[in-house]
């Protein structure tokens, strides 16, 4: 808004309280148009439940905070979308923690192989005061969590042949998400790792650049992983929490009132994905085993498990604030 001065002198505190006042009345006028960032398609509970965050905080905030979720990456990548978050470019994402270790370190602790003893654990950690502190270390980066979402296990998928025991791994080329950990992970294991975006890696199973890659059963189905990576083998290594996350350059500009509202539009969206989430879990994993993916039951995971150690030993080494988090959740019952 321009605000024209007479040519009449004032002093200095008129012009002063009429320019706050003048900010005042464009921040209550101008709705803030958020754009938000997803990965997924159409009808994937992250992005329904998105929808339903953005479509809630507009109505609960009087139209103050509209907005629109753009899905399939068409933003650009995880890592474009971490980076442009802290800077205010988008004002909100959905997303896994994983590839948040590198700008917020203390995150890390979430993509340690085997740190939670199933999806339950990984709701009491995140819902209670180890989440809390995970999103006040994001905060200071730039980014605020404003609620979790799921995102299941995620387990290997390969296009040759099962992964029974670390052995298997051997000579095989993993496409892992863009974190260095994830790195050590594989290689750990006996395996070949190659940090890629998530639109890359259909085309890359079919071509052969990479053998194989892993994720939890919606987004291997989602994606047609599945029609070219066709054993699927149950490591379940890793469970991420996913986070409706906001940019705090925009959070800051919205009152507290609005603030309020906006973070219980995020806690219902995280009720209603996580609700989402739990059903098709189970029918992605029926529809994939249906289309003839050959699964690969791991009852005993002992030898996968042991095999992180050097993992552990060396990110608490990179990074020695990991290990009261790695504590903290370890202790969690
Ligand atoms: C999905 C997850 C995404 C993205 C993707 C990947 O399960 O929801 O945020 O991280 O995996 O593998 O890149």
Redesign the pocket.
């Known amino acids: 808004m321009k605000i024209k001065f007479p040519t009449k002198k004032f002093s200095t505190a008129l012009v002063l309280a009429t320019a706050v006042s003048a900010a005042t009345v464009s921040s209550m006028t101008q709705a803030a148009d958020w754009k938000g960032w997803n ?2 398609n159409t009808g994937y509970p ?1 992005t329904v439940a998105m929808e339903s965050f953005i479509k809630e905080a507009d109505k609960a905030t009087d139209g103050r905070v509209t907005g629109r979720v753009y899905n399939g990456a068409v933003l650009g990548n ?1 890592s474009d979308a971490i980076q442009m978050l802290q800077v205010g470019g988008i004002q909100f994402a959905g ?2 923690l ?2 948040m270790g590198d700008a917020v370190p203390e995150v890390n602790v979430v993509s340690l192989p085997f740190i939670f003893k199933g999806l339950d654990h990984m709701h009491r950690v995140m819902d209670g005061p180890v989440g809390d502190e995970l999103s006040a270390a994001m905060e200071k980066k730039g980014i605020k969590a404003l609620a979790w979402y799921d ?1 299941g296990a ?1 387990s290997f998928y390969n296009t040759s042949k099962a992964i029974k025991t670390p052995a298997d791994m051997k000579g095989e080329k993993f496409r892992v ?1 863009n974190n260095e950990l994830y790195v050590g992970m594989v290689e750990a294991l006996g395996g070949n790792a190659t940090p890629m ?2 639109s890359e ?1 259909y085309q890359s199973l079919k071509t052969g650049v990479v053998d194989g ?1 892993e ?2 059963w ?2 291997y189905d989602s994606s047609n992983h599945f029609e070219v990576a066709t054993y699927y083998s149950l490591t379940e290594h890793l469970i991420l929490p ?1 986070c409706i996350c906001v940019s705090v350059a925009a959070w800051d500009k919205l009152s507290t009132k609005d603030q309020v509202a906006v973070k219980k539009a995020a806690r219902n969206s995280s009720a209603l994905q996580r609700d989402l989430w739990a059903k098709r879990d189970t029918e992605s994993r029926k529809k994939v085993l249906a289309s003839g993916v050959k699964f690969n039951e791991i009852k005993d995971k002992s030898a996968f498990q042991n095999a992180m150690t050097p993992v552990y030993k060396k990110a608490v080494k990179d990074n020695p604030s990991l290990q009261y988090f790695i504590d903290a959740i370890q202790s969690t019952p």
């Open positions: 990965i997924h992250v995880q997303f896994n994983g590839p995102g995620r998400m975006a998530y890696v890659a994720n939890n919606p987004s996913e």
